[in-house]
């Protein structure tokens, strides 16, 4: 996939990679470095959209990712999200979730209602990069490029 390269001027306050200032400093400062990735990527498009659902929903999905996390850290293979005492609207922002990433990336997931239980198999190392941090890397960049 060829990508193309465009001069431009960043606006004052930008960066050449058209993050402002104030922020690349901020995270530097705390040793994270955000990057440029061009937005006409067909895979960063469609990471992007799934960011951004995360982000809005986040106040629903935080103790799902962070359990995520937490078994990607101990290396599982298979990643199981007990959901028995969250609600309904958390139990369907995850499966909303895991629906997005099914028809995006080769995911399998199966929810088990009488456990409200959660099984993620097959999950690559793609998305499971992007569940436990990398989406909101995307998700700041999507908020920065629409002001």
């Not at 400093?25 to 992007?48: A, I, T, Y």
């Not at 986040?58 to 995520?68: A, G, Q, S, T, W």
């Not at 293979?77 to 028809?103: M, R, T």
Request: charged residues 25%.
């Amino acid at each position: 996939m060829s990508q193309s390269t465009t001069n431009f001027t960043p606006p004052q306050g930008f960066t050449d990679r058209g993050i402002p200032e104030v922020f690349q400093r901020f995270f530097r400062g705390r040793g994270l470095n955000l990057l440029h990735r061009p937005l006409d990527s067909s895979l960063q498009m469609r990471l992007d959209r799934i960011a951004q659902f995360i982000g809005k929903k986040f106040n629903l999905l935080e103790k799902p990712l962070h359990d995520i996390k937490r078994q990607t850290n101990e290396n599982k293979k298979q990643l199981l999200l007990n959901l028995k005492f969250s609600s309904g609207e958390v139990i369907s922002s995850v499966i909303q979730l895991f629906q997005f990433l099914e028809h995006d990336f080769e995911i399998s997931f199966k929810y088990i209602r009488s456990e409200k239980m959660i099984k993620l198999s097959k999950v690559d190392d793609l998305v499971r990069h992007f569940l436990v941090g990398r989406w909101l890397e995307c998700f700041i960049y999507c908020v920065l490029a629409q002001k």
